[in-house]
Structure formats: C-alpha cells, structure tokens
C-alpha cells in the first residue's frame, strides 16, 4: 500500500520531470481526501479542468481517500518532530492513522521536509 501526497499525484498529471514509475500506479493507492482539494486547487489555479478534468477525477477516482476525521485531526495539531506545513501535518497524521492499522504502508512524496518527518515518525518511504 502507498500513501500518496499531492506532490506525486500533481508531478503525475502535468508530466513534470520528477516521477514515479509507471507500475508504482497498479498498487494499493491511498491518501487523505485532503489530496482532492489539494489537486483540484491547483488544476483550477492553472486553469487546467477543461484539459485535464477527467484525468484527474480518473486518477483520483483510483485512489482510497480517507476522510479527516476527529482523531486525525487531533494527531495533526500534535507536535511533530521536525517543523512541517498545515496540510503535511494532516497527511502524516492520516499515515499514522493508517499505519496503526497496517505495517505496510510507504509515503511516497517530493517534499523533502514531509519525507524527513515521515522517517523520523518510522514511516517507511516509497524509493523507486
């Protein structure tokens, strides 16, 4: 199972250099639903939805979206162990979350202060 953040889902469908390989998309996909939002901002921002619209709700559709809820929005406010943004903390906390349900989880993401959180909370991190 792979966790995936917004870097990865966005370097994916505007085809930028950095990305994952093609068969790291047959897995089990999860993510906060956080990574909608997230998504859809940025395509609405760049004025891609007429493009790329079903593209993205295709590849998002393909994803299990876990919701936000109370006990993961409470991890999110918690100290972490190195600094991190409001929508990372929520992402590592859905992890955490998911990962006290399953040993086989991996973040795979570009951000390197998310990864370098990740690794120090013991979040196994996707490496090609």
């Not at 953040?5 to 930028?16: N, Y």
């Not at 998309?25 to 906060?32: A, G, I, M």
């Not at 559709?61 to 999110?76: F, G, M, N, Q, Y």
């Not at 040993?103 to 196994?124: N, P, V, Y």
Request: glycine fraction near 2%; charged fraction near 25%.
């Amino acid at each position: 199972m792979i966790y995936l953040d917004s870097s990865v889902v966005l370097a994916r469908l505007l085809t930028e250099p950095r990305n994952t390989p093609d068969a790291m998309w047959n897995d089990t996909l999860v993510s906060s639903r956080l990574l909608e939002y997230e998504v859809w901002n940025c395509i609405h921002a760049r004025r891609l939805a007429r493009a790329l619209g079903q593209t993205v709700q295709t590849l998002i559709d393909h994803i299990d979206l876990v919701e936000l809820t109370p006990t993961v929005l409470a991890r999110s406010i918690d100290p972490f162990p190195i600094p991190v943004r409001t929508l990372d903390a929520m992402h590592l906390a859905t992890i955490d979350h998911i990962r006290s349900e399953t040993d086989t989880i991996k973040l795979a993401s570009f951000d390197k202060r998310m990864l370098a959180c990740a690794r120090a909370l013991g979040i196994a991190v996707y490496e090609p």
